[in-house]
């Protein structure tokens, strides 16, 4: 009797950590404090305390497997830091032609917009690519997405030469997209795939292009 043929060994990635996403998030909440109250809604610590209640059901379903629950607390959490930012963008550009913000204090509001805005579309882009963290996680590899990573260009042969054979993308890679989009205005090594993708990195640029080319540039025009 011939023995059964060997069942081929298939390596499944670690699960990806949520922490990096989470503690990006709540240092957006502290960046909040780099804005004059002139420029925010509510006390300093308002944001920041908003996102650490939310962060213990977000780790808890997340632990108990409620990955739908999950999301939408991810969402939730990610929304109101969008909004957040977005508000206080607008005070600070409503704020210019008054002259009534300190050169020093459009300085230090427009860093930390310019931070934020890194952050908030960070954590969209790791949300919504290829259907969010879980979803990655559940394909093993990841291979279609609305962004074209170097690591999806490999062929077979060499990503198991380079032990990327079950590769995804993490929080950080997504970061890394994020700061190249603010500082270059353009994905740089990942070409966009999804049109919804290409709008919010439209957004990110307009955002980081409203903090550094006319609000910096006010300020030290002003100094």
Known sequence: ??????TPNHHHPDPEPRWPALVALLAAGGLRFALPESLTVGPDWLLLAVVGVLA???????QAGLNSLNRILGYAITSIVTADMIWSLWLLVAALPSHKEPPLDL????????????IVFASWYWRLDGGGPYAREIAGV?????????????DQQKRIAMGEQCWNPGFIDYL????????????????????WAKVLMMI????SLATIALLAARAVNIL
């Open 204 to 207: 990110q640029s307009l955002i």
């Open 56 to 62: 213990v059901p977000t780790v808890i379903t997340h």
């Open 142 to 154: 990841h291979t279609d997405g609305a962004f074209l990573f170097p690591q999806m260009t490999l």
């Open 176 to 195: 890394f997209l994020a700061f190249n989009t603010s500082t270059a205005f353009s994905p740089t090594d990942v070409p966009v795939l999804s049109r």
């Open 107 to 118: 300085l230090e509001s427009a860093a930390a917009i310019w931070f934020t805005n890194i």
């Open 1 to 6: 009797m011939s023995e059964p043929a060997p």
